[in-house]
């Protein structure tokens, strides 16, 4: 059985009452419960059902909750891990991805909106956590998602790009950044579904912590 | 009656004896005709058509021909136009760019391959570009359309993306390129659909013969 | 740097106040912010944020706000921009353009609603907009998305087509409208992006710029 | 039953023996057989099996063939049809569709090659149709598709669309058409599938015939 | 000039104030205005600014408004359609369709529901629109569209398809329903876009009406 | 481990000589060999290297093959099962469905071309199919894709549809007649893969084979 | 005539007064009536219109409502279907179809939520189904809709899939699961649209009854 | 300037004389070439101009070439890759991922035809891997592309996803993998485009030498 990922529950499609009780079930099995996609009746639900004892964090940007019992404690692991976005629009996917990473015990930098109208910043953020030895880059855009590609051409760390569902027109929710990052020329570069920036922290994640546990036993 | 855009014959679809009358016919009405995606077999039944005194231009990467009477003479207006590709399998479609430009009169300047494998060849390029004080640009790139978004986010003069049906996989045939191009952040950027060299030939040309004519009248 | 085009700032997909800090930074920075899809939350927190001595235009039709310094004053460039609609429904993309274009200092000519159903009304307008020597057009039309390419057949200057979201069906949302002008045979239009008139407004007045600076310099 | 329409024999993606078969069967059952998009080897099986009495029709540019028995003759009906194309290429499709209408007893008028290209053909075209009394029109156009709709608004009789698989990028293989025919502003126009000569060939003579038999009864 | 069609005015995605006035030139015009795809504030707008002298009729299931001016008739033209609906709720799409057929002059003969449910009761509405002696069939079906075709099977007069909307899954919002009345194997087929039901009212009422004049004039 | 479904060598994009391995080791394993979708490429190189004691046979318009070691024997099971096509076009997909429910026990009782043209042909066969008393009905068709429907609105057996890439324009290869199928108001039907008469027949053997064994067993 | 399956009457796109009389017609002729997609507005529709002494089932989660007359019974067929989902939010697709072959006069047996999450669940499950005898399974699963596939190749009964419109980016509302399911390699398994819970529970309990009358019969 | 990724040279859609030139350019700058996507004349075209000192491996299945000069050695990194295909026609694509990373110094062990069919022969082949202790796992899949999710799902260390162009009908050509895998509801995946080897060997092998400089610098 694998133990590098938390169970992530995806309130998204769900029953308020039945995601409570899905709740409750991974707080007594694991002693935390991760909820993404969260709207204000599932938090409402959740929070009726779950004992005072517990500390919940909810990131509205993010639309996630993470609930831990009083003796949860977050084992840190070393691994670092990078997150850049193109704009402002596509923060809250970048946050769904560093609470996940920080849950799997990693050390999350963020650089948010140094994209296209912010490409002078952009060179600066990436330097910055290259010298910070970040073990992986995740990098978030929208519309014509080229920001990922970019990034990719100029690192020598694997990059994970995550295309948000930003744009209009021809190739909306997402779908041009999605294609431009599959169809992109720089190599080193992976892609995760549209918004999927939960499944990009998880693998993030991994990678930082395989590359810690190389570094503890050489 | 518009006398800014000459009539350009496309050979694709066309019956090569069906096409060789309506070359003749244009030959004779304005003393010059230009044919676009051009097969081999479409090529020798035009041969065996056109008089001997004809001149016959053949672009085999552009797969055009340009067939003129002898006494037909492209009158140089003036324009500047920069043609610009990413990679080498978009030359074909540039030089189509090229020579539709050119039999609208104006001058054209070239740079392939500066894209992402050469981005390093790219600044200069674009810098003399600039210095030639071209008119307009014509940017050709195809799988995740980068470069015109790029260029255009760098220069004050138009740009028209051009997306070449370079790439694999979702996104292959160009649509990539061209939604890439259509959800461009980058303001300045205008398109025409995949492997349009024709259509970028001649909208770069009526842009920078406009620019020239002003340049005149004052 | 590009100085040519300004800064337009994306309302949709941003929190009000992410937005508002967004527009008061532009406004520092350069005395002006242009924003557009302005959903009315947005409009609220912007005018918390301003300042009083500020001049505040909305165009409600456009979804476009713009704010200005006291002390901005657009420069008039000289260059002119035609703006067509072929519906009443275009109207909103085509004040968008509108806007974008004056911004960027032009003069800007408008017939709306000279499409299908008004065709007689087209002639009479194209023929005033080139007698008063619009440099470039736009042309604004949904559903089939005939109306660039009918008018690019009929004028010797560049056409931008801006396809709208207008329809119903297969090819809704604009879809049949934006590949009708890719395909269109006539040779001289260009598009941008479903309901993209910010674009189209840049690049027109890019180009008329262009043509007025060459008209000043000879 | 229905007697108002011949059975049509499609060969593609038959076999050369199946379908020469499925012709005897038809030439016994009504004394007629037609067959579409015929391609060599089938034409060929064909010629092998029927007798040498029958005679035999080849329209290589519709790829149709027709075979009649010795005793065969079409009624003629009195109805009339017009059909016109856009360009060149159109014109197997809009033969395919005049073969059906003339076995079904219908006079067929043709203008082909005036669209975009030869607008200025179209109007005198149109008015001869018009003024031969014809009772519908098939209207015959690949890439944006433009010609049904226009004409659609200028007469008074029913007009069929029919799109042709004439085009390139994005909306190619007759997409675009078939979406512009479909969200066309002009009331009057129906549409067949890409390439679909015999469809509207057929439904035309339908209208025909109608119309005849009703000025016959009165 | 055609006048065989009256104009329709689509209220959708019009701005109910701009409507209003819309509504009012087309009254002041021709005596008539016939608006489709009709919400509540638009009826509301146009209620507002109509005068109280005039007749509106509202069919709130097919979302249309009809305004005559006291003295405007519709002048009786003689010709017959039919309507067929697949199931009741294509039915909104067929009153659309009946409508527009009858204030072209029309007479109109409905069957809603002898699709596949009621399948029993398709013959006798067939046989008996047949013995009405109607000249044309408009039939109305979602889901999986097969009516329109199987109509075509067995009747000698032209048949309109309709898709509606209706469906779930993939082919959803009529696709499915318009892809396979385009695929008919039965000749005699021609469709309009999904809930066209106006463009079929219009076109059926011109093949009806074109009957009709040639019985006639003889 | 299941034992009901023999497992099914799909020839189509692999290498001849790695297929040869792939269909020794099956023979040896299992005394038989069933491959599908074979070119003459592939017969060519299993022809080589098989023993000459095995019995081959070859079904060239299913594009199958069946190879047994002397000893093998097909115990039958009384299971029926009956395969109904619309077109002629249609035979080489219920050819591969006759051929795997045959190699699982199974009788099978064909009715091929009864579809559109051949309606009135389709009620006495559908009737002798089920006076045969077979369990499960396959029902093959392109284009429209409509006699799936029609079938399992008529018979109280399950029926499995099988859409083929028979058609053209928009729907065409199949898409059409796989959403018409899974779109159907006729419940009792479930569906395979466009060209799916492999995965048809697998699993009407196991209804029609499930049904006998109760039938066994009582 | 067909006897084996009940008309469900579908709610979603139907006027709730149009619905209730047809829920009444049912209920006159048949003693039952099933009614799908069921929203509010049209359950009080239902309720106002019933007379008092019948029997009204609310299904929630499925948004089903069964009616039955006083004297109606189902009866039982001993037929037997085992219903498994991949996730807690495919329940109410499952419920669906577990209400309609119930009302068919199955027994149903249901393990929800032992997908991916749940693997460690699934065998046990499946094992207990298979030792109850069930006659078919259907398998319910969204986003990469893998359970069925998997579920096919342990089992020697048949499987239907049911896609759910569960997911999200490309392949979104169900389309990625029901692609996997069509191309899924193990054989044995059929699928239904996506959230065809109905057409699921239909053609299940066809096949499982049909099992039983042979059991019967022998 | 990055240093971690070879230059990978796609013959693709390039003219041979084009590509040889750029091979010979490759060569001589960093004394290596590597091409993928061969095709037989861009072989020959490279033979005429490569010196005869060179050492030229060709790979048939993965259709590339590596060009070495005499002096060029590969460092070994350490790193260790795992590739896993499901069938053995996704072999062509991990050997391109397997070249890949060989030539950035991994070591690579594979595990092919160990999905679907040979289920069984998968736990062993994962165990033999993890025993390795492989840093990175890739996994090439086609048709319905489950493998790498249910791989993703049983480790801990991350998990490349490659869909192949195999299958057929809806999804096909590697659509319906892609979208699964981009779906898969197990964390710890990520993918690169349909046929993407040469990306998921170049990111793989980022992966694996970052662990291994980890574990070389503590």
Known sequence: MRTGVPEIILAEGKDPEDLAKIVMKALEKSGRAIISRVKSYHAEAIKKIIPSSTSVQINKKARMIVINKEDFVIEKTGGKVGIITAGTSDIPVAEEAKIIAEEMGCEVFTAYDVGVAGIHRLFPSLKEMIERN????????????????????????????????????????????????????????????IDGGVAAGAVAALIANRVVKARGTK
Not at 136 to 160: H, K
């Open 134 to 193: 970040v073990d992986v880059l995740i990098v978030v855009a929208g519309r014509e998602g080229t920001l990922p590609s970019v990034v990719a051409g100029m690192v020598d760390i694997p990059v994970i790009g995550v295309p948000t569902s930003i744009g209009y027109g021809l190739g909306e929710k997402g779908i041009s950044a999605l294609t431009a990052m599959l169809q992109a020329c720089s190599l080193g570069l992976v892609v995760v579904n």
